[in-house]
């Protein structure tokens, strides 16, 4: 069975500076996604990556894929407060349902 | 822009009733699903539904879960007899074909005593 695993769980960072979250999943797939979840609310869509060698950026956030190795990573440059949340990768399972890993909760530090 | 909504946002109720839990999806979506999200752990999956019938389900979804689109918008999630470890954030989700990106409502949370 499809597992996903994130790390670090638990991320405390200071305003400025890098990190990256790391996704690891079990058997083939070609489809991940990463979500954003705020205390409380639902999940947010931040990147849907399709293939192999995928890279998106958006604003501070760069998500890859890299499909043979079985990992994505979620990178963050200059952390401010705002990213402050949980970040879930998501792994699409070919029969239509996600699988989660634990999610990194990030609590970025002025 | 489109986007799935959920109600009621927040349910409670005693252990042993019945809960209805109601979903709208986006309207030209095909595919509907339930997840939940027990207080400080992952989503996980529960059921996908195409064309009127479950296509996938997991093994939380059992005997007492059901699963029903009972007119052209409203997708729903029956819980038979709620117990104490039914209380999570129930999210319903939707894609317009099987494999594409799947949009997420706001939730429901429920909450047994």
């Known amino acids: 069975e499809l597992k996903v695993e994130q790390n670090p769980l638990f991320l405390s960072m200071q305003e400025g500076k890098n990190y990256t979250i790391y996704c690891n999943y079990s058997t083939t797939s070609d489809r991940l996604y990463w979500y954003r979840q705020d205390p409380g609310k639902s999940l947010e869509s931040l990147f849907v990556?399709?293939?192999?060698?995928a890279v998106k950026q958006e604003g501070r956030l760069m998500a890859s894929l890299d499909t043979k190795a079985r990992l994505s990573t979620l990178h963050i440059t200059a952390a401010v407060h705002d990213l402050s949340a949980t970040y879930f990768c998501a792994v699409d399972s070919r029969v239509g349902k996600l699988i989660f890993g634990q999610g990194t909760t990030l609590q970025v530090k002025p | 822009e489109p986007e799935v909504t959920q109600t009621p946002s927040h349910q409670v109720t005693q252990m042993g009733q019945e809960v209805i839990l109601r979903c709208v999806p986006i309207s030209n979506h095909l595919y509907f699903y339930w997840y939940r999200q027990i207080l400080g752990q992952k989503v996980e999956f529960l059921v996908s539904f195409y064309n009127n019938e479950i296509s996938e389900k997991s093994e939380i979804f059992d005997d007492q879960f059901s699963v029903e689109r009972p007119d052209g918008s409203n997708f729903t999630l029956k819980i038979r007899s709620t117990k104490l470890e039914d209380s999570a954030m129930y999210f319903c989700a939707s894609s317009g074909d099987l494999g594409n990106e799947q949009f997420f409502g706001p939730g429901t949370r429920l909450t047994v005593l």
């Open positions: 990556l399709l293939s192999n060698g």
